[in-house]
């Protein structure tokens, strides 16, 4: 670029090594506390900074051929495209889905930021733009319309002075001025307070992005307030390096109205000097007397001018001085404003989150009595909408009583093994998961990794866990099991705002859990009469079958019974005597 410079080779920019976001980037943190670290136009300014970059590499590379509506239209590509890979570089950076960023959102200058979010954005720009003192450059471009009409009243060298009052207008910082003159400040950051809201794997980068953007903005304020070259920057300490703080010294040069003061002070002495020196060489000039006679009425009007124009200067002074106090108080206020109105957009996403996790949550236990699916089901929508990386739940064996490992989302194949093989004793008080069970509401665990129980090291250490979330799963005051959230995948903060949620997902699990059972034990005692019902049947059918043998065999009897009755009375046995005469007969004709 030619106004700072060349710009680096893309492919020279050392890629940046940030990947995710450990804290929220904006709304409230896991703490409950307001971000307000930073103004939107901080953003603002470094995505700006960052498409002015692809645009003058695509003048620089396009065709020589293209013309004027070619070019146009190249350029406003090239810029759209790399806010498009800003804007997907930084959602992939942060984890928790309710905190995607859209490009007009990123572009609203209204909107408040962590400290860690500025600097991915940062960080992502500089990679993107090829500019390898990006972070300077940006800060060049990060001061507002509205602070250089509050600051052009007072002059250089008090706005230098005031600078902790104008910062921040923009950032939450310990800004200090050591000293200030005519042509030069020295002027402090201590950032030990801001570091601490900046998760410690981030905090050198975050320091380092900040010193260097603190320096290009100081630095622009005669150029940008005052329309006068930038200052000199020299660095004389910094917190990267350990110091305590980070100092620069900057310097510029005299403006030239006071330049234009100097040379009319030095020609009016010339004046008096040569006046003088006429005046020794020829006394007698008739020209002293009217010089002399005119010189009691000069001063005396100089004196009465300089003291009007400057009461008249005063005045205005104070006028310009008291609209900067109300145009810097309607700021103040139009800010705050903007501010509580992007928190209860942020919490309306957040409440709109837990509606549909406890939705779909209702949905999928009310689709299905299957206790696994019904466990499934549920920590799937506590992982994608609330935020949270990975959730198990252990449930109580009706029989034996141990707390077992049933189910996880988020784990590997071999961690959602160890879990599923995981028993407890209900009365293990070292275990934290007992703990849980055994807890009337959400307990926090920190730390586990280092617990005095051996189990629960191994435990830790096996599955990656350091710090989760617990809340017991109660229904009709019987203990079912336990649910169990952490962000071990990226190490975020728990945010400790949706343990009561946690608490009202556990009620809903531990009841669809109980009905699941109460049904398998249902089913179970209907598939039991089933089968006593078959089996009675098969019983009364071979009843049947031996009745209906029996009869056969009574009948054959009493048939018997009845022919010998007959063959044994008088009248057979005359009968027969009877055929057998007849039988004779025949037999011998």
């Known amino acids: 670029m030619t106004e700072n410079g060349p710009v680096a080779n893309e492919d020279t920019i050392e890629k940046s090594q940030l990947t995710t976001l450990l804290a929220r980037p904006f709304g409230i943190d896991e703490q409950g506390r307001a971000i307000d670290h930073g103004s939107g136009k901080l953003i603002l300014g470094a995505v700006e900074w960052m498409q002015e970059c692809v645009a003058q590499r695509a003048v620089e590379s396009a065709p020589s051929d293209i013309g004027p509506d070619g070019l146009t239209t190249l350029v406003a590509h090239a810029r759209d495209e790399a806010l498009a890979s800003l804007v997907d570089k930084l959602n992939a950076a942060i984890a928790d889905p309710r905190y995607r960023v859209s490009a007009t959102y990123i572009l609203n200058q209204r909107n408040l930021y962590s400290y860690e979010f500025r600097l991915f954005v940062a960080d992502y720009c500089r990679e993107l733009s090829g500019d390898a003192d990006f972070f300077r450059h940006a800060g060049e471009r990060s001061i507002s319309r509205a602070v250089s009409l509050l600051g052009r009243p007072l002059g250089l060298q008090r706005t230098y002075a005031v600078l902790p009052r104008f910062a921040a207008k923009f950032?939450?910082?310990?800004?200090?001025?050591?000293?200030?003159?005519?042509?030069?400040?020295?002027?402090?950051?201590?950032?030990?307070?801001?570091?601490?809201?900046?998760?410690?794997?981030?905090?050198?980068?975050?320091?380092?992005?900040?010193?260097?953007?603190?320096?290009?903005?100081?630095?622009?304020?005669?150029?940008?307030?005052?329309?006068?070259?930038?200052?000199?920057?020299?660095?004389?300490?910094?917190?990267?390096?350990?110091?305590?703080?980070?100092?620069?010294?900057?310097t510029w040069r005299p403006n030239a109205?006071?330049?234009?003061?100097?040379?009319?002070?030095?020609?009016?002495?010339?004046?008096?000097?040569?006046?003088?020196?006429?005046?020794?060489?020829?006394?007698?000039?008739?020209?002293?007397?009217?010089?002399?006679?005119?010189?009691?009425?000069?001063?005396?009007?100089?004196?009465?001018r300089t003291r009007t124009v400057t009461a008249e200067r005063n005045t205005f002074e104070r006028q310009l001085l008291d609209e900067r106090d109300l145009a810097e108080a309607e700021y103040d206020e139009g800010e705050a404003a903007n501010a509580n109105l992007q928190r209860a957009n942020v919490e309306l996403v957040e409440r709109l989150a837990e509606l549909t996790a406890l939705h779909q949550s209702a949905l999928a236990l009310s689709s299905t009595l299957e206790v696994e699916e019904v466990l499934k089901a549920s920590l799937n929508a506590i992982v994608g909408q609330l935020g949270y990386e990975r959730a198990l739940v252990m449930l109580a064996n009706e029989e034996s009583g141990l707390l077992e490992g049933r189910a996880a989302v988020g784990v590997t194949p071999q961690m959602e093994g160890l879990i599923r093989d995981l028993q407890l004793q209900p009365n293990d008080a070292g275990s934290p998961l007992v703990a849980a069970f055994l807890a009337d509401g959400p307990t926090r665990f920190d730390d586990i990794h280092e617990s005095a129980d051996p189990a629960t090291r191994d435990f830790a250490l096996a599955v990656g866990a350091r710090s989760f979330v617990a809340a017991p799963l109660i229904t009709k005051g019987k203990r079912v099991g336990v649910l169990a959230v952490d962000n071990a995948l990226t190490g975020r903060s728990l945010d400790s705002r949706s343990d009561a949620l946690l608490v009202t997902l556990g009620h809903q699990i531990a009841a669809a859990v109980e009905s699941a059972r109460l049904h398998a034990r249902v089913e179970a005692q209907n598939r039991a009469l089933e089968e006593r019902v078959i089996a009675r049947t098969a019983e009364l059918e071979q009843a049947k079958r031996e009745v209906r043998e029996l009869r056969i065999e009574i009948d054959g009897a009493r048939q018997a019974q009845q022919v010998a009755d007959i063959v044994g009375t008088e009248y057979f046995q005359s009968l027969r005597s009877q055929a057998r005469d007849l039988r004779k007969i025949v037999a011998n004709r």
Do not use: N
């Open 257 to 304: 109205s006071s330049r234009s003061r100097g040379l009319f002070a030095l020609g009016v002495g010339g004046s008096a000097v040569l006046a003088t020196a006429a005046l020794m060489v020829s006394p007698a000039v008739p020209a002293v007397v009217v010089l002399g006679a005119a010189v009691p009425f000069g001063a005396a009007w100089h004196l009465h």
């Open 171 to 250: 950032v939450k910082s310990d800004i200090r001025v050591v000293e200030t003159t005519a042509t030069s400040a020295i002027i402090e950051w201590h950032g030990q307070e801001q570091f601490q809201l900046v998760p410690e794997a981030h905090r050198l980068a975050y320091i380092r992005y900040a010193c260097e953007t603190y320096q290009g903005a100081f630095g622009a304020i005669p150029r940008t307030v005052f329309g006068l070259p930038p200052a000199d920057i020299r660095e004389l300490r910094c917190q990267a390096d350990g110091a305590d703080c980070c100092e620069w010294q900057f």
